[in-house]
């Protein structure tokens, strides 16, 4: 049956209300309009993100249906779209790429001035909602809600993929892989030989530990509170596993004292403002690199000894890595990679099609 230009009734997860329980609803899901498509998604991830946006740390709108790391295939286009067919295999990007804005025309440029993370309006382009259930009108989580049957993203957010792409873990390329792997191998540029420390070992985290090793990194820290996480970080390549709590000094302390002088690249990928200057302190003072990857609740503040920032440190954000829609370059095609990443996020990531 044709449900092109039809309302769709289908389940999600909706958050009611911060901190509360998902509960799974029957929800409605409008046709898409002009420059939108609607996607019947096939897997998700799940990422900090989303956690932080269900707690109410970031500027979520309730109530909303989260989910941004989605794989999925188009069910129907909107007036306009031109890059994607009803049939094709898609993902959702949680920062998108009109590729008309300075950010986007700037060759060192990503995040997109038609995101909707920060802040977030919960809304589409026009200033509607696609969802309504049990008729009250229903948030979306950065224009991509994910943790839903079908969903409906502006063509902007969304990359088309390989058929062959496997739709069960495809999903981690939307998110976890290029923000983590990208984060060290485009933005940080790790170079060979050198130390690097990774504040959380979640699946971010984990693609950063990725990244340094195929990089070449002698030394890769991995500071995690759940050691549970650590035969997971050996395997991939972390050297040195600390759990802070098992130290009565600042787990920043331990890297200076095992480094003798800081670590030449590290990492944040919690999202707290404690552990951004945990890793800060963590990097050599005059030429280390501190790169925040993780996203920080809602009105925190990171408070810097001003005095030692002349020393040479460099501090930068990364969103998604650095790159504008998976740059198919930084992971290379070899037996290298493979090892790293395994052979499907390979054939995912070298099968991507990326709009010109």
């Known amino acids: 049956m044709d449900t092109s230009d039809k309302t769709i009734t289908c389940r999600a997860a909706i958050a009611w209300a911060a901190n509360s329980t998902l509960s799974i609803e029957e929800v409605q899901v409008e046709p898409p309009k002009a420059g939108e498509v609607r996607i019947k998604l096939a897997s998700t991830g799940i990422c900090g993100t989303d956690d932080h946006a269900i707690k109410g740390l970031l500027s979520a709108i309730f109530p909303f249906i989260p989910g941004h790391e989605g794989a999925g295939i188009v069910e129907s286009i909107g007036k306009g779209v031109t890059s994607v067919k009803p049939g094709d295999k898609v993902l959702t990007l949680i920062i998108p790429q009109c590729r008309e804005c300075s950010s986007c025309l700037h060759p060192k440029g990503n995040f997109c001035e038609k995101q909707d993370v920060l802040p ?13 259930c049990k008729g009250k009108k229903i948030y979306h989580s950065f224009r991509t809600s994910t943790f839903t049957e079908y969903t409906v993203v502006p063509e902007i957010a969304v990359a088309k993929i390989d058929d062959a792409a496997p739709m069960d873990k495809v999903s981690l390329i939307s998110c976890e892989v290029p923000t983590g792997y990208g984060a060290a191998v485009h933005s940080a540029k790790v170079t060979h030989g050198s130390t690097c420390v990774v504040f959380g070992l979640g ?4 693609a950063i530990v990725m990244g340094c090793k195929a990089s070449g990194a002698s030394r890769i820290i991995g500071v995690d509170i759940n050691e549970e996480k650590f035969p997971r970080a050996r395997a991939l390549g972390v050297t040195d596993c600390l759990n802070p709590q098992k130290f009565k000094k600042p787990v920043q302390q331990v890297v200076m004292e095992m480094t003798g002088v800081g670590a030449d690249f590290a990492f944040e990928a919690i999202g707290l403002s404690d552990t951004m200057l945990a890793a800060w302190d963590s990097c050599h003072r005059s030429y280390g690199v501190c790169l925040i990857v993780g996203v920080a609740p809602l009105n925190s503040k990171l408070s810097l000894d001003a005095p030692m920032i002349v020393s040479g440190r460099t501090m930068k954000g990364v969103c998604l890595g650095a790159s504008a829609v998976f740059c198919c370059s930084e ?10 990443l395994g052979d499907f996020i390979l054939s995912c990531i070298t099968s991507l099609i990326v709009p010109e």
């Open 120 to 132: 977030s309006s919960g809304l589409m382009l026009d200033g509607t909602s696609r969802f309504t």
């Open 203 to 206: 699946g971010i985290g984990s």
């Open 331 to 340: 992971i290379p095609d070899d037996k290298r990679c493979k090892g790293i």
